[in-house]
């Protein structure tokens, strides 16, 4: 109280003076008008009294008078608990109030006093400047220092440089994975964190954090599911003791899924070939005629798609071969050159495999790869009728009536001009009209075929034909013959008697003219 009086009164002959006594004093002193008792003075209890004129005295009264304010001490005990302890000698404590920014929060009465200032919203978010005031019971007061909270979000931040690590992002920001994910995070609140957690489509859970105001680095592991997976998030939320939050979210797609080599067929056409064979055959007797080789087709990846296709030969460097995506495949094409030829026995090794963004790798396709660019060759040939005479000219002209069976035969080779494997011969042929005669074929070098009458009846005049002999590689060599229709009669073989100067010196099928011979034909004709 800033004031006080004191009021005498007498219903005798009046009230003559008034006395007080000051606080330790034994002695009376006499009120004057205009007399005061400073704030200044001495605390403690003041003693009032009065006398009328006939000196009877009234009783005492007193008052206590304190100008001293409680002292307080405010201090804050960790980030949920604020602590005062207050204390009044004189009049004692009447009150202590909390506020937060001048807003009242909780009034006690208790000189020691702990708040709890970690839920209710007590703490709001950016700046709060918290104090006590402490009132005694003669109204003095006593503010204390003020406790400046600063209270913002946590920071929290997915910490994982999946995109250095070089997992493929969508335009969707969602990473493609083909195993667990380890997710790295670094939180921080700089009053207390006290929780981590994360939840996803189906799932919630936490994670372990320490509460208080460290830097923490934690991670958190998503399962490897069995299939692949359409776009996820995984969202993680960092809470503070004032109930701030802060969350980030985490995008992943699973592909789990290996892309795999197109082997198959559309109406009887591969898909996917070297030369012209498919991917799908087996090679173990098929020869290619030449070191560079077309490899062409496509993998099958309904996932995160082909990153890379790669191939190796000989276990050499690894190639990366370009491809394009096409009706959903991811499709290539490429002439791969450095296929020689090998030894007896030995190939070429191919391998070939694709990758795609998630990491998935497809088995590796191997292929023995052998070439023979070696030319075959047909020698000795020689032409028979019905296995007769040698009815050849000397231009190399078979005659023929068309009424004898012609027989072919010959040699074969297939050796590498350079002492290496070759494919072994396929076919030997020659073509009559319409027809592809085949040879028969025999393992020691030799070979023969036979034109039959019905093939030759359909021969008019002089026929140029190729005996071709192929290798299983490819390699071709042709031969160039001719067929000419004889003067024969028919089924009839002629005997030419060749004489010079009168003797008969030779027997021959075909004869060169001149003026010098004498032809003598049949037994008796000229």
């Not at 005061?36 to 209890?45: E, F």
């Not at 052998?370 to 075959?376: A, C, I, L, Q, R």
């Not at 590498?416 to 494919?423: A, H, L, Q, W």
């Not at 190729?466 to 009839?492: Q, V, W």
């Amino acid at each position: 109280k800033n004031a006080f009086y004191y009021k005498a009164t007498d219903e005798g002959e009046g009230v003559s003076y008034v006395q007080y006594k000051k606080p330790g004093s034994t002695t009376w002193s006499t009120y004057s008008n205009g007399s005061t008792i400073a704030k200044t003075s001495t605390n403690g209890i003041y003693t009032f009294r009065a006398v009328d004129k006939q000196g009877n005295v009234s009783s005492e009264s007193s008052i206590y008078l304190d100008s001293t304010a409680p002292n307080v001490t405010f201090t804050k005990e960790n980030p949920t608990k604020l602590k005062v302890v207050a204390e009044d000698s004189g009049s004692g404590l009447a009150n202590i109030v909390l506020y937060n920014n001048d807003e009242e929060i909780e009034t006690t009465t208790s000189g020691t006093k702990e708040f709890d200032i970690s839920g209710n919203g007590i703490i709001k978010k950016g700046k709060n400047d918290l104090k006590v005031v402490v009132t005694d019971k003669a109204g003095n007061r006593k503010t204390s220092d003020i406790i400046t909270i600063e209270n913002t979000a946590p920071t929290l931040q997915i910490t994982s440089d999946f995109e250095a690590a070089g997992k493929y992002k969508t335009t969707n920001g969602h990473f493609y994975f083909n195993d667990a994910i380890d997710v790295q995070l670094k939180v921080k609140d700089d009053n207390r964190l006290t929780s981590l957690v994360w939840k996803d489509a189906s799932t919630n859970g936490s994670i372990n954090v320490t509460s208080d105001a460290s830097e923490q680095n934690v991670s958190n592991s998503i399962t490897k599911p069995n299939a692949d997976t359409t776009e996820l998030t995984r969202t993680y939320t960092a809470t503070n003791v004032y109930g701030l939050t802060t969350s980030v979210d985490f995008k992943y797609i699973f592909d789990v899924t290996k892309p795999d080599l197109d082997t198959g067929t559309d109406n009887g056409k591969p898909y996917s070939t070297i030369g012209d064979k498919s991917l799908g055959s087996e090679f173990t007797d098929i020869w290619f005629n030449s070191e560079n080789l077309v490899l062409d087709g496509r993998f099958t990846e309904s996932g995160s798609g082909i990153s890379e296709i790669k191939y190796t030969l000989n276990d050499g460097n690894e190639d990366t071969i370009i491809s394009s995506k096409k009706e959903g495949y991811e499709t290539f094409k490429s002439t791969i050159s450095g296929f020689a030829e090998k030894e007896k026995g030995s190939s070429n090794l191919l391998r070939i495999w694709a990758v795609d963004n998630a990491g998935n790798k497809s088995g590796e396709s191997e292929y023995a790869i052998k070439v023979d660019t070696t030319t075959p060759k047909l020698s000795d040939l020689e032409f028979k009728l019905d296995g007769d005479t040698n009815y050849s000219s000397a231009s190399g002209v078979i005659l023929s009536n068309k009424t004898k069976n012609i027989l072919i035969q010959g040699k074969y080779s297939d050796e590498s001009d350079y002492g290496y494997g070759s494919s072994g011969i396929d076919s030997i042929t020659i073509k009559v009209g319409t027809n592809d005669i085949p040879a028969t074929i025999n393992n020691d070098g030799t070979w023969t075929l036979t034109i039959k009458t019905d093939d030759l009846s359909s021969l008019s005049g002089s026929r140029n034909l190729s005996i071709t002999i192929r290798d299983k590689a490819g390699n071709i060599e042709e031969i160039s013959i001719d067929i000419k229709e004889s003067d024969f009669n028919n089924k009839t073989q002629h005997t030419v008697t060749l004489y010079k100067n009168g003797k008969a010196t030779t027997t021959k099928s075909t004869l060169n003219a001149s003026n010098n011979w004498k032809y003598t034909f049949g037994p008796s004709t000229t």
